[in-house]
Structures are given as C-alpha cells and as structure tokens.
C-alpha cells in the first residue's frame, strides 16, 4: 500500500515552453503533498507543501509564478514549470502523506527527470 | 538554524558491517526517518524512530539518542545492492521534515 506515482517519468522540452507532472496517490488520500527537486550528487531541496484545495507554501527562493502548484483533490497535485530554461534541468520528486504508515511518514513518487534544451 | 549532519561518502566491503552516523539540532523533534535512495530513484522508506534505543529490522537496525540528537543506521551482511545514497531526516516542531544531505556508501567485492 502507500503507492504513489508521477507522470511522465521523463521530459525533454525546449526551452521556453512548460511542462506539467503530475503525482498522485493510489491507494489512499494524501491530505498534504510534497514536491521537490533533486540536482545530481545533491540532497533533495523542497520546493513547495500544498494541502488540497489550499494554496501552496513555497520554499524561501523558490518562484511561485514559475513552478505552479496545482492541489485540486486527495489524490492528485500539479506542478507546472512554466516558461522552463536549461538551468531548470533537473530531478522532480513529489511525495505524500496521509492517514498511512507512521505519522508524517512522506511515500514517495518514482520522480521525472526534465531535460531543458 | 536547523541543521543535520551526515558524512558525506562511506565505502565498505561486501559482507561486513557498516554504521552511518546522523546527528542533528532542529526547532523540537517528533521522530527521525532513515531513507535510501539508489542514483537516479526516488527515496524509498528505511525506518522510523521516535523514541530513544535501537529498531531492528532484518539487515538494517536504526538507533536513537534524543538527548545527544543522534542517530545511526546500522547495515549488516552488505549487499552490492546497498550501494545507494542513506538519508537521514527529521520531523522537527512544526511537524516539517528536515533533511540531510545524504551519505553515499559504496559497496567494493
């Protein structure tokens, strides 16, 4: 139990346009999502907590213009990078927690990898 | 501020025993997940500690000082497939999950 997955697992996308990826959780409601970036060799960085049908919270230093969070049911969330650049490249990894497993326990999404040309 | 420390690579041989060392000074704290996530994967669930002493679970055992703000994951009878990077985090006061930067541990024959 506690799956949770993301869509696509890869993008490649020219510089300029947007790309949306999508996380949802199958098999129970995540009341709290989360949604992170991960550039190699590096720790993963949280980028933003959105609570369905709130507004999402950003991270100091994260464009809430340029990463638009989407939170509109217990299962599913939005991220859309728009107007994507190369430096935009890198690991997207959503998690989500709910009434599963350990309290605040986060299950993890299998990431997309985005590639910016 | 809030902080957790890792060392940032370890390297062991197959068959033995490892222990990565986690320590922490967070804003209150309300347990402490150990992660491992293989190169290009997302993380994947190790062990939860919330109360002081060790968690045993199978190969992998998880340790915790709450007074020393200290943790260690402790791996036995390495696999090649250990080989991946160990996250530690901690859930602090506001119940936010604060994470390490990760230790990458390399299994050699």
């Known amino acids: 139990g506690a799956v949770v997955s993301q869509h696509p697992s890869r993008v490649i996308c020219k510089s300029g346009t947007s790309v949306k990826i999508e996380c949802r959780s199958l098999?129970?409601?995540?009341?709290?999502m989360f949604w992170y970036r991960q550039f190699p060799k590096q720790s993963l960085m949280l980028m933003a907590t959105?609570?369905?049908?709130?507004?999402?919270?950003?991270e100091q230093g994260v464009e809430k213009d340029k990463f638009l969070i989407n939170h509109a049911s217990l299962t599913l969330s939005t991220l859309t990078v728009t107007s994507a650049h190369p430096e935009d490249s890198s690991f997207y990894i959503c998690?989500?927690?709910?009434?599963?497993?350990?309290?605040?326990?986060?299950?993890f999404g299998p990431g997309t990898r985005l590639t910016v040309t | 501020g809030q902080n957790i420390d890792q060392p940032t690579e370890m390297t062991a041989t197959e068959g033995a025993i490892v222990q990565i060392n986690c320590t922490y000074q967070?804003?209150?704290?309300?347990?402490l997940f150990w992660y491992q996530q293989h190169a290009g994967e997302a993380p994947t669930f190790l062990s939860y500690?919330?109360l002081d002493g060790l968690e045993e679970k199978g190969r992998f055992s998880s340790f915790l000082s709450r007074s020393k703000g200290y943790s260690y994951l402790l791996l036995k009878e390495l696999q090649m497939k250990d080989s991946a990077s160990y996250l530690c985090?901690?859930?602090?006061?506001?119940?936010?999950?604060?994470w390490g930067a990760g230790t990458k541990l390399i299994i050699k024959p």
């Open positions: 985090a901690v859930i602090d006061s506001n119940y936010q999950l604060i």
């Open positions: 998690s989500a927690r709910g009434a599963k497993g350990f309290s605040y326990e986060q299950y």
């Open positions: 098999d129970f409601q995540a009341t709290t």
């Open positions: 967070t804003s209150g704290f309300n347990g």
């Open positions: 959105s609570n369905e049908g709130s507004k999402a919270t950003y």
């Open positions: 500690n919330v």
